[in-house]
């Protein structure tokens, strides 16, 4: 599953107000629980499903016919989840007649009694009749996975205009059990037989392959959908609704694409590399594509970023879009990632939840090295890059759990960033220390030898130590077994004809002690000197003999260390890195520390020159560097700049451009946000009416005016700071929409600018209407969990500042903000429960 956590979620404005949250929140005290992999008694060895569906009451009408066998030793029992079922009858399959079995369930789980006690030589089918009543589940869900009951119904009465009615199932961790009675664990296999009976107008997809399809006298129609090769319960799903499938192949298999009909048509623009990375990972690993096709759908309302059910990958709505979404925007690497689990996570599973890593941590490492296949090197770097700052963002002072953690709170704290970000750049640095050649044969290994079962990290280990002959047991202690990461503090000098790097590691005391092997350039007389040092204790020192003071030691060349380096770089080496070792991380950080030196003229030299680079990432970063108040600073940069908002060929640089010209406040840019609102970049739209908001906002009112809707549904919350600053009781309509009916995007996009729009309005009836609204949003979307505190400040705020204000008013004015602070009051009061 490819996560989208809450803190990626939040809008450009609310991101700004409460950045540092998430590092204040102190992590919870981790259980001290041993978390064992689930026992099997039994193994599933075929399910067969025949549902329906219910709208008006939101159920699901099951029949389940399981197959099983003991697991080793004999058993007479039968222990399946099945969340909140009303169960109707459970029985043993005969071959002339089913005869009813004894049973207790206590809502959570169904304890069957069987009619003998059977060997694992033996297998029984049981039927089970029952009824799934999803949303009367009394169930949680985690920043990560959003809702846990199994399967959800979109605008089952049809009521939301414009927006399709829809099923869809979500599995991980263990919610398949909310929809069909199972043993709902990871280690779990079995093959499938799905049948859906739907109204006729509707498409169905599941896992593996449509066998028939059977229309009904009452307009339903049954579709069978049959997965011939095991998978684990959490993997099953089903989606329903008037989806437009688009049909694409690879070496013979289907290969299809389901999206709402208005997104049809650009199905080749969202989808069409998906043939090209089945190729890619397929030669990579050595193993093809194993099942039997792969599709990929779109729903609505998703409760988290995508899902890899096994052949038949379900998506968010974010990533569907128009040709003009695509300018700013794709979701290239949730593809990949998703597409990297059909071998990581669905041919080979996780054997329980604290081996997590065997799935999520090789999907995203997956994504990164797709986009060096796709587009270069420095993509590869850059996407790798971004994994680590995201982990290093989420951690204090070196200290992380541990990545194969067997003692957590909840399974779904599994879904985190050592999961997904560090896990991958381990594997990445996996791969740098072995070589790829070796690293993809001991994937392969493990791969085959594990097909269709489980895994965990020492099988892996295993595998690549058959394949490398090297010992890797010390890797995998360290960066599998034990948290944390490196904070090396180092310092360069030159004595006596000498190179010396002197490095500390000065992460937390509680965090272990790292053995870090690692390459060194030096650059010294127009050379570069390669060398390899392994950095093992608390402080250490090494000195190479040279010919010259070097101008650059590049410690960690290949950029492959999972931690921090904090060293003691001028600015002139810095400059030298950016030209002579120029890997992305190296243009970066060059690119970070002219910007902090931004007013002295060879920082400003060096941040021209990376408004050439060849990054669209780094060009928006140079960028940034550049303080256009100051009129020097334009005559150096400001045509250059005015060029790349016109020109770049990338929008996020274009409107990074444009953002910068707006900060000079000068009117004379007015004419290039005037271009800018004529671009087809969304986002370049959006800038540019923010730069006029700045620069020139006497001219926003017909400028508003003059925008399609189609672009004023795309920049909203551009148009949410602007009525702001207006404050136009007129405006009000457009922030109820918002809260009353937009998802958690939408929502934070605007709501600190409807707070702030509230504050100006002087209208009582709009401030209690839209304090509700706020309040009745943020709790909807699940926003008010981790933003609820800070809109209880903001509100308290405003309440007295109202207050404030009335005691210099009279009459009418007066009762009116005194009524105002009220409406905060309570809306505080409400988020404080």
Same mark, same amino acid.
């Given at each position: 599953?490819?996560?989208?956590?809450?803190?990626?979620?939040?809008?450009?404005a609310?991101?700004?107000?409460?950045?540092?949250?998430?590092?204040?929140?102190?992590?919870?005290?981790?259980?001290?629980?041993?978390?064992?992999?689930?026992?099997?008694?039994?193994?599933?060895?075929?399910?067969?499903?025949?549902v329906?569906?219910?709208?008006a009451?939101?159920?699901?009408?099951?029949?389940?016919?399981?197959?099983?066998? &003991?697991?080793?030793?004999?058993?007479?029992?039968?222990?399946?989840?099945?969340?909140?079922?009303?169960?109707?009858?459970?029985? @043993?399959?005969?071959?002339?007649?089913?005869?009813?079995?004894?049973?207790?369930?206590?809502?959570?789980?169904?304890?069957?009694?069987?009619?003998?006690?059977?060997?694992?030589s033996?297998?029984?089918?049981?039927?089970?009749?029952?009824?799934?009543?999803?949303?009367?589940?009394?169930?949680?869900?985690?920043?990560?996975?959003?809702?846990?009951?199994?399967l959800?119904?979109?605008? &089952?009465?049809?009521?939301?205009?414009?927006?399709?009615?829809?099923?869809?199932?979500?599995?991980?961790?263990?919610?398949?059990?909310?929809?069909?009675?199972?043993?709902?664990k990871?280690?779990?296999?079995?093959?499938?037989?799905?049948?859906?009976?739907?109204?006729?107008?509707?498409?169905? @997809?599941?896992?593996?392959?449509?066998?028939?399809?059977?229309?009904?006298?009452?307009g339903t129609?049954?579709?069978?959908?049959?997965?011939?090769?095991?998978?684990?319960?959490?993997?099953?799903?089903?989606?329903?609704?008037?989806?437009?499938?688009?049909?694409?192949?690879?070496?013979?298999?289907?290969?299809?694409?389901?999206?709402?009909?208005?997104?049809a048509?650009?199905?080749?623009?969202?989808?069409?590399?998906?043939?090209?990375?089945?190729?890619?990972?397929?030669?990579?690993?050595?193993?093809?594509?194993?099942?039997?096709?792969?599709?990929?759908?779109?729903?609505?309302?998703?409760?988290?970023?995508?899902?890899?059910?096994?052949?038949?990958?379900?998506?968010?709505?974010?990533?569907?879009?128009?040709?003009?979404?695509?300018?700013d925007?794709?979701?290239?690497?949730?593809?990949?990632? /998703?597409?990297?689990?059909?071998?990581f996570?669905?041919?080979?599973?996780?054997?329980?939840?604290?081996?997590?890593?065997?799935?999520?941590?090789?999907?995203?490492?997956?994504?990164?090295?797709?986009?060096?296949h796709?587009?270069?090197?420095?993509?590869?770097?850059?996407?790798?890059?971004?994994?680590?700052?995201?982990?290093?963002?989420?951690?204090?002072?070196?200290?992380? &759990?541990?990545?194969?953690?067997?003692?957590?709170?909840?399974?779904?704290?599994?879904?985190?960033?050592?999961?997904?970000?560090?896990?991958?750049?381990?594997?990445?640095?996996?791969?740098?220390?072995?070589?790829?050649?070796?690293?993809?044969?001991? +994937?392969?290994?493990?791969?085959?030898?594990?097909?269709?079962?489980?895994?965990?990290?020492?099988?892996?280990?295993?595998?690549?130590?058959?394949?490398?002959?090297?010992?890797?047991?010390?890797?995998?202690?360290?960066?599998?077994?034990?948290?944390?990461?490196?904070?090396?503090?180092?310092?360069?000098?030159?004595?006596?004809?000498?190179?010396?790097?002197?490095?500390?590691?000065?992460?937390?005391?509680?965090?272990?002690?790292?053995?870090?092997?690692?390459?060194?350039?030096?650059?010294?007389?127009?050379?570069?000197?390669?060398?390899?040092?392994?950095? %093992?204790?608390?402080?250490?020192?090494?000195?190479?003999?040279?010919?010259?003071?070097?101008?650059?030691?590049?410690?960690?060349?290949?950029?492959?260390?999972?931690?921090?380096?904090?060293?003691?770089k001028?600015?002139?080496?810095?400059?030298?890195?950016?030209?002579?070792?120029?890997?992305?991380?190296?243009?970066?950080?060059?690119? /970070?520390?002219?910007?902090?030196? %931004?007013?002295?003229?060879?920082?400003?030299?060096?941040?021209?020159?990376? +408004?050439?680079?060849?990054?669209?990432?780094?060009?928006?970063?140079?960028?940034?560097?550049?303080?256009?108040?100051?009129?020097?600073?334009?005559? @150096?940069?400001?045509?250059?700049?005015?060029?790349?908002?016109? %020109?770049?060929?990338?929008?996020?640089?274009?409107?990074?451009?444009?953002?910068?010209?707006?900060?000079?406040?000068?009117?004379?840019y007015?004419?290039?946000?005037?271009?800018?609102?004529?671009?087809?970049?969304?986002?370049?739209?959006?800038?540019?009416?923010?730069?006029?908001?700045?620069?020139?906002?006497?001219?926003?009112?017909?400028?508003?005016?003059?925008?399609?809707?189609?672009?004023?549904?795309?920049?909203p919350?551009?148009?949410?700071?602007?009525?702001?600053?207006?404050?136009?009781?007129?405006?009000?309509?457009?922030?109820l929409?918002?809260?009353?009916?937009?998802?958690?995007?939408?929502?934070?996009?605007?709501?600190?600018?409807?707070?702030?729009?509230?504050?100006?309005n002087k209208?009582?009836?709009?401030?209690?209407?839209?304090?509700?609204?706020?309040?009745?949003?943020?709790?909807?979307?699940?926003?008010?969990?981790?933003?609820?505190?800070?809109?209880?400040?903001?509100?308290?705020?405003a309440?007295?500042?109202?207050?404030?204000?009335?005691?210099?008013?009279?009459?009418?004015?007066?009762?009116?903000?005194?009524?105002?602070?009220?409406?905060?009051?309570?809306?505080?009061? /409400?988020?404080?429960?």
């Open positions: 599953m490819n996560k989208i956590f809450t803190t990626g979620l939040i809008g450009v609310l991101l700004c107000s409460f950045t540092s949250l998430q590092a204040q929140q102190e992590a919870p005290k981790t259980n001290q629980v041993y978390r064992v992999t689930p026992t099997k008694i039994n193994d599933l060895v075929h399910t067969k499903l025949d329906s569906f219910d709208y009451k939101r159920y699901l009408y099951g029949k389940a016919w399981l197959t099983l066998t &003991p697991h080793f030793y004999p058993t007479d029992t039968l222990t399946l989840d099945a969340k909140g079922m009303d169960i109707k009858s459970v029985a @043993l399959v005969g071959a002339k007649a089913n005869t009813p079995l004894k049973y207790t369930y206590d809502n959570e789980q169904l304890f069957v009694q069987l009619n003998k006690k059977y060997t694992r033996e297998k029984y089918t049981i039927y089970i009749a029952y009824t799934a009543k999803p949303d009367e589940l009394k169930v949680k869900g985690s920043a990560a996975i959003t809702d846990a009951k199994g959800y119904f979109i605008n &089952p009465d049809g009521a939301i205009k414009d927006k399709p009615i829809e099923i869809w199932t979500q599995g991980e961790t263990e919610a398949s059990s909310a929809w069909f009675p199972t043993i709902d990871p280690n779990q296999k079995t093959t499938a037989e799905i049948a859906m009976t739907v109204q006729a107008k509707y498409t169905t @997809l599941s896992n593996g392959k449509l066998v028939s399809q059977k229309a009904n006298a009452n129609r049954t579709d069978v959908w049959k997965m011939d090769q095991p998978h684990s319960p959490y993997l099953f799903m089903m989606a329903v609704g008037p989806f437009q499938v688009y049909k694409d192949s690879w070496k013979g298999k289907e290969v299809s694409y389901y999206l709402e009909p208005k997104y048509p650009y199905a080749k623009q969202i989808f069409g590399k998906t043939p090209d990375m089945m190729t890619f990972y397929s030669n990579i690993l050595g193993i093809d594509y194993p099942w039997v096709k792969y599709a990929q759908v779109v729903a609505r309302d998703y409760v988290s970023g995508a899902m890899e059910n096994t052949s038949a990958t379900l998506h968010g709505e974010h990533v569907q879009k128009t040709p003009r979404e695509l300018i925007a794709n979701e290239q690497g949730t593809i990949a990632h /998703e597409l990297f689990h059909q071998w996570g669905d041919y080979v599973t996780a054997e329980s939840w604290s081996n997590l890593t065997m799935n999520e941590s090789f999907a995203t490492f997956g994504e990164v090295v797709w986009h060096g796709d587009e270069g090197k420095d993509a590869e770097d850059e996407s790798r890059y971004g994994k680590l700052t995201s982990y290093l963002g989420s951690t204090k002072n070196g200290e992380s &759990p541990v990545l194969a953690r067997f003692y957590y709170n909840d399974k779904e704290d599994m879904f985190d960033n050592v999961s997904y970000a560090k896990g991958s750049i381990i594997l990445y640095a996996l791969k740098n220390l072995l070589g790829d050649d070796a690293f993809y044969k001991g +994937l392969n290994l493990y791969l085959r030898t594990n097909a269709y079962k489980n895994g965990e990290p020492h099988q892996l280990r295993l595998a690549l130590e058959e394949v490398s002959g090297r010992d890797l047991l010390p890797y995998f202690n360290q960066w599998y077994y034990a948290g944390g990461h490196p904070i090396l503090d180092v310092k360069y000098d030159y004595k006596d004809g000498n190179a010396v790097i002197d490095v500390k590691q000065t992460q937390s005391p509680d965090v272990q002690t790292f053995t870090l092997p690692l390459k060194v350039d030096l650059y010294v007389g127009g050379q570069k000197i390669s060398k390899e040092i392994t950095i %093992n204790s608390r402080e250490q020192s090494f000195s190479f003999p040279v010919s010259a003071k070097p101008d650059l030691i590049d410690l960690d060349a290949d950029k492959i260390l999972v931690g921090q380096i904090k060293d003691n001028t600015l002139e080496n810095y400059i030298f890195q950016y030209s002579n070792a120029p890997s992305y991380a190296n243009r970066l950080k060059a690119i /970070e520390q002219a910007t902090f030196n %931004n007013k002295e003229k060879a920082a400003q030299q060096l941040l021209l020159k990376a +408004l050439d680079d060849k990054n669209a990432t780094l060009r928006a970063m140079a960028l940034k560097g550049f303080n256009l108040k100051d009129e020097q600073i334009k005559a @150096l940069a400001g045509e250059k700049i005015v060029a790349l908002a016109k %020109n770049d060929k990338n929008s996020n640089v274009r409107s990074t451009a444009i953002a910068r010209l707006a900060m000079s406040g000068d009117k004379a007015v004419p290039v946000f005037q271009n800018g609102l004529k671009e087809q970049s969304y986002k370049v739209i959006g800038t540019s009416l923010q730069a006029m908001n700045m620069v020139e906002p006497t001219a926003l009112g017909s400028i508003v005016a003059g925008l399609d809707q189609d672009t004023k549904d795309h920049v919350s551009q148009l949410a700071q602007i009525y702001a600053s207006l404050g136009d009781d007129s405006f009000h309509p457009f922030y929409n918002i809260a009353n009916t937009g998802n958690i995007n939408a929502l934070a996009g605007v709501v600190m600018a409807y707070s702030n729009y509230l504050v100006k209208n009582p009836k709009i401030t209690q209407e839209g304090a509700q609204a706020i309040v009745n949003g943020m709790n909807r979307t699940k926003l008010a969990q981790y933003y609820g505190k800070q809109f209880v400040q903001v509100f308290t705020t309440e007295q500042n109202k207050i404030k204000e009335a005691e210099s008013a009279s009459g009418d004015a007066k009762d009116n903000l005194l009524k105002q602070a009220a409406y905060f009051k309570a809306a505080a009061a /409400e988020l404080n429960k």
